[in-house]
């Protein structure tokens, strides 16, 4: 026996050597091989022999766990696995990427300037915290914003890694309960790329933060200390803080904390009432820090009209339900539609995107009723505490989840999945170890390691494809080459006021937004049909720039299989006379569109991008197809117009000032920057669900639909542009010159297709 073990020992040594030098490999092979432009998947433009690294390196560590030597050995192989796959998350940081993150996270790149520059307070946005502590790593590092914005989520995300096997260690105190933790941990299970992704997410971000206060609370649930001492603990007042710090990044994920901790109070002091109950009898009160916690949110959130505007929303989307006025799903129906657009099916994209979590959350479920039941065994107290907690937990938050999965919220339900994986992730850990005790020391036990172990390899195999969004999953990578941002902001600075913007599926406000720069004025959206029909001309009665990246044309022909712009329609943009080439990076290329024929009679739909519910489009990312949601989060955070500027040099016909067709009226539906609609702003920047949290604009509240757009003095003539469509609000108006008002950008959501 004693030779057998030694033997195994030295087996696990070679293994593990072979290991870390194998990841040390892959470290610096990535590091030796930087992005050179976008690249459509992080997967396929990594050399091969990194994920052969990674690969070896997560072999050896399962492979050195399931022969469970004694000693350090262990411990070392999840450790490897932990280093693996913080490799997968910080492969953009370590390939020298200038940025990760499209869409919502350019707005989230403006505000952080902004806070950082002094041009927005932090309280103007309902959840600073990730862009404050971006302005600090920004501060004491010196690395440029957008990679601090990338560390800071990688880290996050790292945090995870380690905080998942703690919380399991303080219920299940073995060293198997920790290693199917590190193992489960590696899986991301949180990260869906519908609603919850790796870039500068904050509600994805402060899911992961918080594996961090679970951790502070199995802690403090743990001591029994009574009286006045039971709040004020070190424990307490950093289970404090770290609620606190959540509100801070997200107040979405901040609510379901406190209905998790409220419903923990409630059925500790119910507990006598209540199936499984009688786990709680000694348990240590959360009452204090449930009601502390729950008052700091209530003060920090009641400032913002964004909170009373999702609770409406919710409560509209259920009481319509209930009057059969609306249907499950429906917010999400674009999704399923762009999916068929090009051929995939859901089932591929359930199988691809949620077969492992899917296992999880059956083999928690099956935990669960077991805890409601009262058949948990005796073995471990604090164990059969938090099972029964999370229980009851998800008894309150499920319906209050699934309630977001009706009328046009349900894009955001797909968030609060990834929030809810946390939690699957943590009851599916504590079923396999119960199993695993079960089988301990039989004959069994050697095929059962065997067969975890090739269950662990094949889940890691099938979850870390999926971390980033690549055409596997019929999505394009969110990389940000410098070449295309800097080429943004050298066109916006040579940009005459006056002029319109446009680009494939909408004009290019995210990056007006990430940049801060002048503002731009958008115009409609171009479609293949205006490609391959060569009347770029005749979409618009005004002259206007056509932005075209690389970024554009690779999701349009590699992740979206040319369902809506094909190869051909994307290269015939110069066969079109009056389309000329002004500008170009490699990266960016913008094309001047020279139409000089103003319409004479009423334009519908058209000017200004009012284009409806801030689903134009099929802007796909991965995320929530929405209409435009708002509610002013925030103060303007848009930069101040420059004036005149100088038009962008080598326009070879010169553009010509066109005065506005009076009395026009343009019908649209509800604008904004972000999500369009309730509150100019709304919730600008949390995520790709059809918008994002925090709005960048004024808070005027209610359904602000258009905006009043009334261009006066000089070449613009004094017609009156009016898009309508809900409630509008706000007017702006631009004096003087060849200038025209800015109005809202109509922002396409993430879809698949």
């Known amino acids: 026996m004693k030779y057998e073990d030694t033997r195994r020992r030295r087996r696990s040594k070679l293994l593990l050597i072979v290991g870390f030098l194998a990841l040390t490999f892959a470290i610096v092979r990535a590091h030796l091989a930087p992005a050179q432009g976008y690249e459509l998947s992080i997967y396929g433009a990594t050399p091969a022999t990194v994920w052969l690294g990674v690969a070896i390196a997560l072999v050896v560590s399962v492979a050195v766990t399931a022969l469970r030597p004694k000693g350090w050995l262990v411990p070392a192989a999840l450790g490897l696995a932990i ?220 400032r913002y009209q964004i909170v009373y505007t999702m609770f409406g929303k919710v409560y509209d989307a259920v009481a319509k339900y ?219 009665p005004y002259p206007y720039y056509f932005a075209v990246s690389e970024f554009d044309r690779q999701r349009e022909i590699g992740a979206y299989r040319g369902a809506t712009f094909s190869e051909e329609a994307l290269n015939s943009i110069t066969d079109e006379d009056d389309v000329s080439k002004v500008f170009s990076t490699g990266e960016l290329t913008i094309y001047y569109v020279d139409s000089s024929n103003p319409p004479e009679q009423q334009d519908q739909g058209g000017d200004d991008g009012a284009a409806g519910e801030g689903t134009g489009g099929e802007d796909a990312g991965g995320g929530d197809a929405g209409e435009g949601e708002g509610g002013g989060d925030a103060q303007s955070t848009e930069a101040p117009s420059s004036g005149t500027s100088t038009p962008i040099p080598v326009v070879t016909p010169e553009p010509t000032a066109t005065p506005a067709p009076t009395g026009g009226t343009d019908t649209g539906g509800d604008t904004g920057g972000g999500e369009a609609g309730d509150g100019t702003g709304g919730e600008a920047g949390d995520g790709t669900d059809g918008g994002t949290d925090a709005g960048a604009g004024n808070e005027t509240g209610g359904d602000t639909g258009g905006e009043t757009s009334t261009p006066t003095g000089g070449d613009t003539g004094g017609g009156t542009d009016t898009p309508t469509g809900g409630d509008t609000g706000g007017t702006q108006t631009g004096t003087g010159g060849n200038t025209s008002a800015s109005v809202g950008f109509v922002v396409p959501p993430r879809v698949f297709g």
């Open 83 to 302: 280093f693996a796959t913080a490799l997968v998350v910080f492969m953009p940081t370590v390939r020298g990427y200038f940025g990760y993150g499209q869409h919502d996270a350019m707005t989230h790149l403006g505000w952080a300037r902004g806070i950082i520059t002094g041009e927005m307070e932090a309280m103007d946005i309902f959840y600073p915290g990730g862009h404050s502590a971006v302005g600090l790593i920004h501060t004491i590092t010196g690395i440029s914003v957008p990679r601090s914005m990338m560390l800071l989520v990688q880290l996050l995300a790292l945090g995870y890694l380690v905080f998942v096997p703690l919380i399991v260690r303080t219920l299940v105190d073995d060293l198997a309960g920790t290693a199917i933790a590190v193992f489960a941990a590696c899986l991301l299970l949180p990260v869906t790329n519908i609603s919850t992704y790796l870039d500068f997410h904050p509600y994805t971000m402060t899911t992961f933060f918080f594996t961090v206060i679970l951790f502070l609370l199995f802690e403090y649930l743990s001591r029994h200390s009574r009286g006045l001492a039971n709040g004020l603990t070190a424990t307490g007042l950093l289970l404090l803080l770290s609620t606190t710090a959540a509100v801070l990044f997200h107040g979405q994920v901040a609510l379901n904390v406190l209905i998790l901790f409220a419903t923990i109070a409630l059925v500790q002091k119910l507990y006598r009432w209540l199936p499984g109950g009688s786990v709680f009898a000694d348990a240590r009160s959360l009452a204090m820090p449930t009601v502390l916690f729950g008052a700091f949110y209530v003060l920090w959130a009641s």
């Open 322 to 540: 209930v009057e059969g006025q609306n249907s499950p799903g429906q917010g999400i129906q674009s999704q399923t539609d762009s999916a068929s657009s090009i051929g995939v099916s859901i089932v591929e994209l359930f199988m691809k995107l949620f077969f492992v979590k899917a296992v999880f959350v059956a083999l928690g479920a099956i935990l669960v009723l077991v805890a409601l039941a009262g058949r948990l065994d005796d073995e471990s107290g604090e164990r059969n505490e938090a099972i029964t907690y999370f229980a009851y937990g998800g008894l309150v938050l499920g319906p209050f989840f699934l309630a977001h999965f009706l009328g046009s919220i349900s894009r955001y339900f797909f968030r609060h999945v990834g929030f809810a994986m946390v939690i699957a992730t943590l009851l599916g850990i504590v079923m396999m170890h119960s199993f695993y005790r079960a089988v301990a020391g039989g004959k069994y036990e050697r095929s059962v390691r065997t067969i975890g172990a090739v269950a662990i390899l094949g889940a890691l195999l099938l979850s870390l494809l999926v971390v980033f969004p690549s055409p596997y999953i019929y999505l394009s990578s969110s990389g940000v080459p410098q070449q295309m941002h800097d080429g943004y902001d050298t066109a916006f600075e040579y940009n005459e006021t006056d002029m319109r913007w446009n680009g494939i599926r909408g004009a290019p406000g995210r990056y007006e937004d990430g940049l801060r720069g002048p503002s731009i004025f958008p115009w409609g959206e171009i479609d293949e049909q205006n490609l391959l029909a060569d009347n770029l001309t005749t979409h618009s």
